[in-house]
């Protein structure tokens, strides 16, 4: 069976930085997808990046760009998303997806995740 837990997540001041990260486990992560999204209150679910886990080949939206990366540890099964210069308007219920049927070509997208993590709230206020 398919888990995803993300941890990392917290409260933080304004030009912070916070590094979530996402446990896999029940297949091999060494190739498919795993995304990030972000939910705030009262806002839809957004998609803010994702890895192809084969080729370590990584893509951020340009609400994150500069600010957020996304890197992964095979030894660990993990993806992690580095977030720096956090701003208040990155507060949301952050969660990881993942795209386990993707071959190692794959162009990793923003639909089509076919599992996902209990989610992990960041929280960017002074």
């Known amino acids: 069976q398919v888990q995803l837990v993300e941890s990392g997540g917290g409260s933080v001041q304004p030009g912070g930085s916070l590094r979530l990260s996402c446990a896999a486990s029940?297949?091999?992560?060494?190739?498919?997808?795993m995304g990030w999204f972000r939910q705030a209150p009262g806002k839809e679910r957004e998609f803010v990046g994702n890895i192809n886990t084969g080729r370590s080949i990584t893509y951020v939206t340009d609400s994150v760009k500069g600010r957020f990366t996304i890197s992964q540890d095979n030894a660990k099964n993990t993806v992690y998303l580095q977030m720096n210069s956090l701003k208040p308007e990155d507060t949301a219920i952050y969660y990881c997806a993942a795209l386990t049927t993707a071959g190692i070509w794959y162009s990793c997208g923003r639909d089509g995740y076919n599992y996902w993590g209990q989610g992990t709230q960041v929280t960017v206020s002074s």
């Open positions: 029940g297949y091999t992560k060494s190739r498919g997808c």
